[in-house]
T-cell receptor, first 115, second 118 residues
């Protein structure tokens, strides 16, 4: 149980285009999902907390107009990187909280390369 | 603000031996959770073990155990009988205060790269 999928696993796009990343909880409902960013050989940095049916909460320094988050249902959250630039190239990983045990289960991540 | 410190950037262990990965934390919260995650080269984050701050017994999950010393604010991960497949990055994390209903954000340490030698 507690499986989280993420799509796509890898995407290459041109500078200026927008990219949508989907995060799904497959076998449980997640009121809250989290979006992280990870640069090579670094730790995970929380970008935003996504709550179903309400606006996402962004961490300090994260541009909410650039990283659009939509938590449309209890099993789906999407992150859209708008007008992507090369500096947005990174590993984006989502997680979903399962049950009352505080545990977050992570998706497999999405590697974004902006040319 | 919470802080997680992992002082070992890299560790080596012989196959079948036990290894301890260090993690210390700092928080002003009375109630918190501590986690260890494994990240292989593929990038996925695999949940290993959880310890609640009020749990009196150390958490164990198969070959993984968490040596929780609350007074020292440490939550070391012990892997027994290391296997080649254990080679990966290991992240210690803890929950942090969050106003969202029933949800807990995580703060991660910088990670320790474990290499298991045959």
């Amino acid at each position: 149980g507690a499986v989280v999928s993420q799509h796509p696993s890898r995407v290459i796009c041109k500078s200026g285009t927008s990219v949508k990343i989907e995060c799904r909880s497959l076998d449980f409902q997640a009121t809250t999902m989290f979006w992280y960013r990870q640069f090579p050989k670094q730790s995970l940095m929380l970008m935003a907390t996504s709550n179903e049916g309400s606006k996402a909460t962004y961490e300090q320094g994260v541009e909410k107009d650039k990283f659009l988050i939509n938590h449309a249902s209890l099993t789906l959250s999407t992150l859209t990187v708008t007008s992507a630039h090369p500096e947005d190239s990174s590993f984006y990983i989502c997680s979903a909280e399962s049950g009352a045990a505080e545990t977050q289960y992570f998706g497999p991540g999405t590697r974004l390369l902006v040319l | 603000a919470q802080k997680i410190t992992q002082t070992q950037p890299g560790m080596f262990v012989q196959e079948k031996e036990a290894v301890t990965l260090d993690c210390t934390y700092d928080t002003s919260d009375q109630s918190y959770g501590l986690f260890w995650y494994k990240q292989p080269s593929s990038g996925e984050m695999i949940f290993l073990i959880y310890q609640g701050s009020y749990d009196e017994q150390n958490a164990t999950e198969g070959r993984y155990s968490l040596n929780f010393q609350k007074a020292r604010k440490s939550a070391n991960l012990v892997i027994s009988a290391s296997q080649l497949g254990d080679s990966a990055m290991y992240f210690c994390a803890m929950t942090r205060s969050y106003s969202g209903a029933g949800s807990y954000q995580l703060t991660f340490g910088k990670g320790t790269k474990l290499s298991v030698i045959p």
